[in-house]
């Protein structure tokens, strides 16, 4: 195998790699967006059971989020990392390297991490909290207005 060909598979896969990491991306961006916006829409009738059902999406959220930074954290800083001139660098292994990096990057997220996900949940979770208080108050209300209509 050629040097020529040797550089244009390493740039096939490059790309190949930055295109699956970005629909990856896309897909994680989409998924949390859509479990904080269910974390954040108020039920009709808000009890405990869906309070803490709200609060368990909302920190699985940002979990997931902590782990997608770290991952792309950490692919950046191995880019860093000069190719090994001795064996060579092969698609194999590369993708093996991306698949334990995401691995440890999710498993460090989940027992802590940098305390990312801790951070979001504590600026997130109040305005969740205020808007349950806030429809149950108006819930509330409604009874009332309800009530005092039917006498």
């Keep these: ?16 790699r930055a295109a699956a990491e970005s629909k990856q991306f896309e897909s994680v961006l989409k998924e949390m967006q859509n479990k904080a916006a269910a974390a ?3 039920a ?8 803490a059902k709200q609060d368990k999406e909302l920190r699985e959220a940002c979990r997931g989020f902590e782990a997608m ?3 792309m954290m950490y692919k950046q800083m191995r880019a860093t990392v000069p190719e090994d001139s001795l ?8 993708i093996f390297e991306d698949m334990r990096d995401s691995e440890l990057m999710k498993q460090a997220a989940e027992s802590g991490g940098v305390g990312l996900a801790d951070m979001m949940y504590r600026q997130l979770s109040p305005q969740v909290l205020s808007r ?9 209300k409604a009874r009332q207005a309800a009530a005092a209509v039917k006498k």
């Design 1 to 16: 195998m050629g040097w020529n060909e040797q550089s244009g598979n390493a740039a096939g896969y490059e790309s190949a």
């Design 40 to 42: 954040g829409k108020p």
């Design 44 to 51: 009709p009738l808000i009890d405990k059971e869906a309070a």
């Design 69 to 71: 930074f770290l991952s």
């Design 87 to 94: 064996f060579g660098e092969s698609n194999a292994r590369q």
């Design 132 to 140: 349950e208080s806030a429809q149950q108050q108006a819930a509330q």
